[in-house]
């Protein structure tokens, strides 16, 4: 049985940083495309950061939504089967609910949306106060 556990949520003034593990058990593609998600009060969850490893080179590829492109690094260990969301410079608009997800049955990971991903795990809150 998969599963994954995201923490590391809080409350941090603006500017501030945290930074999001999402530990995975039962689960052994490492390299494969996952995510991290989040849905803000009233609305819809959005992909805000995504990470694939190539199984020939071990290097790791990663996208980024607009809104966090900078701010925002996605990176894995795949020896611990967890993956990570390092957040910097929060804003007010960041407050959500963040959601890990693996299980990745799309097509190209660039491109992976909500609907690509079968695994989720419960989700961490980070609030960030201005």
């Known amino acids: 049985q998969v599963q994954l556990v995201e923490s590391g949520g809080g409350s941090v003034q603006a500017g501030g940083s945290l930074r999001l593990s999402c530990a995975a058990s039962g689960y052994t593609d490492s390299r494969n495309c996952m995510g991290w998600f989040r849905r803000a009060p009233g609305k819809e969850r959005e992909g805000v950061a995504r990470?694939?490893?190539?199984?020939?080179?071990?290097?790791?590829?990663?996208f980024y939504a607009d809104s966090v492109k900078g701010r925002f690094t996605i990176s894995r260990d795949s020896a611990k089967n967890t993956v990570y969301l390092q957040m910097n410079g929060l804003k007010p608009e960041d407050t959500a609910m963040y959601y890990c997800?693996?299980?990745?049955?799309?097509?190209?990971?660039?491109?992976?949306?909500?609907?690509?991903?079968?695994?989720w795990g419960q989700g961490t809150q980070v609030t960030v106060s201005s």
């Open positions: 997800a693996a299980g990745f049955v799309g097509g190209s990971c660039y491109r992976a949306e909500e609907n690509d991903f079968r695994y």
């Open positions: 990470i694939v490893t190539s199984l020939y080179s071990s290097l790791s590829s990663t």
